[in-house]
Structures are given as structure tokens and as C-alpha cells.
């Protein structure tokens, strides 16, 4: 543990005061952005187990905790799984829970992260994306994040630390909406964003305050327990005694999803006239008004594509960037209307929905399929493992989907960028 | 509001202390606890906080009180006996 008053030292000669009173601005990496976002929200549970590139965000936590500048409790638990049980058990009750992980310790959860979405529990966790093995890599791809996307949590992706840190706050204001009431996932790349030094501004404590009101359960567990209840019993194939069965809540969960896609961008519209900031909501555009190709990607993947539309538009390609924010639930509608325009849609997947293709690029095609001019669609593995995906494998994929969509050709194998000379 | 206690609303399976499929599930217990209230702290201190039997209960049958009872739902699985300080809760044959 860190001697007392660590953080207050380090924060005096990092914090910068920003223009507006009780804001300041720091030099702080991804990792830290998120945990000065979770102290933000004055969460009161945090339990969490260490993988790389993650554990700067807990350990950031813990000192927070050991200085008393955060009242919450921090618990150590011996697995990723128990992290998420006994997060589960916490937000039961009607507390502010938060935990971070990456990689294999994400895959430990998985059973966990169904019961927690199929609870309807608020949990926001900080997914640091990492490769999964075998082999062992410790280097980011989104293939850990994408992996869970059919157990019901929302999943976002940040591309710079700024946006971690809103998007955290944001998160616990959309996940513990009513019309919502769903665990949240704020995704970001391991070592390009976790392990990155950025300036961040800090909202002041009563500005979060006023954005984030105490967290409310629908599951009303009294203090005096008074009325026990015992949740998720076996429940039968049929609805009984006018309660909903499986089918049914499934259904809630459902219709909850496809619910959050306008409460995230109400949320975001909210937090933009407090902050001054705004990402976009569900999905961002970058030059694309005017746009013929548009670059569809995650995180790094999109972030990277910006880099090269100058050199794109210098050699004739008019191209423009979609950042999909949101990959669960899926913003169909969304990008359906920001690509409505464009003839030619090149997707950048750093991850692979194994034995079909990119799952953006899959996710992005059901997205088009029944849109009144739908584009053609090409996409690319890329950067698995840490590999560098750079500005050359953006014009190169691109200026090759070009060509392609020009005699409409039909490939069903991945075409892979950046592989050694000979695979 | 969303309540997960409200059938039209809930959004989570809940389920309160009722009858079985079968009855009930008292009914299969081959042993029941039975509390000793001359060794149950809380009858013997006015300020215990004690609770544990209730607090363990996977079944929420043991109540809050002073002293705390036993409801029929009991499935007589012991984890009150096996939890309590004072070894006040033994299992007895039915």
C-alpha cells in the first residue's frame, strides 16, 4: 500500500487549474483518466483482480481509497470471476460499483457477465483490450472486448483519454437510467491509451454531482430486509401468475438495448453543455460530409484511419472516418445514416469473429443490408497482437477496396494487412 | 418507475418465500435446527447484534427477531447450526 497523501502530492504537481473554476487539467495516461472518472463518481464498491495493461487503473483506485479521498470499498478478491460475483452482489444492494480488466481475466467473467446483464445490474467496467491467447501476448487487439459481445452489456470504445474519462461518467448515467438499468463496458486500447500520457481535463466534484445523482435499484432491497426476496430462481418455460418468464425478461433485456442507443446520446447531450465536450454519441464522423469512402473503424483502428485521409483525398479517393463509439448495442440506424452517401465503406477490424470475418465489418454490413443504396463493403484484419497497424495499411486497404468495388468483387476469405513478406 | 417487485414492471426474476411445486419444501427436511435460546446471545444480551442464523440463511427462513424463528419452509440444511457463534442452533431428526 502507498503512504498516506501520495495522490494529494502527485496531484498538486500534475493538476493544472483549467479556465473554469474547480476543473483542472492533468498529464495523465488512459489507465488513470478512467480511475480519476470512477473517484469522479463517487462509485463505493471497487473489486477487481490485476492483468495487464489494466492494473494501473485499480491501483490508481486504491490509493485514492487508502488516502480518503475516495469513501469506497476496495475489495481484493482471488479471481476476475469473483470480481464480477461479488460486484454483483454489491450493485444488488443498491450501490455504485466499478471494475477493470482485460484479456484472459475478461474471459474469466464471462459467465458472470450474463448473470450480471440478466440481473439489470448498472455495473460499469473499463475493458483495457489486450489479445487473447494461445500464444501469450500481452498487446492490444479488440479481440477480448468483442468476444463478449452477446452477454448483454453496452459496450463503448474511446479513442483518446479525454473521452475515457467523460465516458466513464457517462456510463454510470446510462446504465442506471430506467429505461436502461444494464452493465456497461468502456473499452479502450491497451499501452496505445492505457499505458499514454495526454492532457485530461477534470470536471470539478459538483459538476459531477449535479450530472450524476445517487444510484437507485429496481430491486428495492430495504435496509431493514424486512421483505426478503431471493433473485433469479429456475424459472418455468411459461409466464405464471401474471409474472414474466425467461422469454420474457430476455425480451426486456432486449427492447433495454435497443432503448440505450438514444439514452447514451441524451446522456452525452447532458454531459456536453456541462463539459463543452461532445463525441458524438453512437457513432462519430471525421470528413465525412462530403465523403465518397468511408473508413469504418474501433478505437486505435479509427483513430489510426484519420491519419491518412489527407493522403487520400491527395490521390483522388475522397474518404472520410465513421469511429463506431457504441459496438453493443449495435447503432444499425446510426451508421446506416452517417454512410447513407457513400459508395464505398472499407472496415479496419482489429479482431477477428473467427471462421467469418471482422465483426465490425460483419456488424457493419447487417447494418446496410436492407438500406435503399447500400455501399459496397470490404474489410481488413489488422494490428492483432500489437501488431502496428499504421497510416500505410489505411491507404493501402483502402485504395485496394476502391478497385474492388469498382467490378463489385465478391470475397469470401479475410484479406490481412501487414502479415511478414510470405504468409 | 421500474420495480423488479411489480410483475407489469419487473425487469429481473424475483422470487418470494412461497409453496413449492411439490408443497412444501419444509416437508423433505430429515433434520431441523432448533435454537437454544438459554445459549442464544441475542436473549442473553439486550445490545447483540448477533443475526448470523438469519444473516446466512440461503433461503431467507430464519427471521430477524429476538429470538429468531425458524419458518416452514426450512429444507434443514444446517448452515444456521454450522454458522452460529454460540453453537445455540443444533440439528435435530425430524
Known sequence: ?????????????????????????????????????????RVQVVSAYPITPQSPVVEKLSEFIEDGEMDARMIRVESEQSAMASLISASTTGVRVFTATSSHGLLFM????????????????????RAIGAPWSVWTDHQDAVSQRDTGWMQIFCEDNQEIYDTVIEAFKIAEDERVYLPVAVCFDGYILSHTIMPVELLSQAEVDKFLPPFKSHLMISKSMDDPIGLNPVTVPDPREGFPAYMELRHRMQQALERSIAVMEEAEGQFGKLSGR????????????????????????????KTAIEALRASGIKAGVLTVRLFRPFPKQRVRDALKHVSTVVVFDRDVAYGLEGALCAETKVALYNAPKPPYIH???????????????????????????????IHDETTWLGLMEGE | MVNSRDPKSTIAAVQHPTEGEAGNTGTWRTFKPVIDERKCILMKSPKARCHKCWLYCPEAMVTR????????????????????????????KE
Open chain 1, 1 to 41: 500500500m502507498v503512504s498516506k497523501g501520495k495522490s494529494k502530492e502527485v496531484a498538486k504537481v500534475e493538476g493544472k487549474p483549467a479556465g473554469i473554476k474547480g476543473r483542472e487539467i492533468m498529464l495523465i495516461t488512459g489507465n488513470h483518466a478512467a480511475s480519476y472518472a470512477v473517484k469522479a463518481s
Open chain 1, 110 to 129: 464471462h459467465e458472470q457477465l450474463a448473470w450480471a446483464a440478466g440481473t439489470r445490474l448498472p455495473i460499469v467496467m473499463c475493458i483495457v483490450t
Open chain 1, 278 to 305: 461532445n463525441h458524438g454519441g453512437a457513432v462519430r464522423g471525421y470528413r465525412l460530409d462530403d465523403a465518397d469512402v468511408a473508413i469504418v473503424g474501433m478505437g486505435s483502428c479509427s483513430s489510426q484511419a
Open chain 1, 379 to 409: 474489410g481488413f484484419i489488422v494490428g492483432l497482437g500489437g501488431r502496428d497497424f499504421t497510416t500505410d495499411h489505411v491507404i493501402q486497404g483502402t485504395k485496394m477496396v476502391v478497385a474492388m468495388a469498382k467490378n463489385k468483387e
Open chain 2, 65 to 92: 427477531t429476538r429470538p429468531p424463528k425458524i419458518l416452514e419452509y426450512c429444507k434443514g440444511c444446517g448452515i444456521c447450526a454450522a454458522e452460529c457463534t454460540h453453537k445455540a442452533i443444533t440439528m435435530e
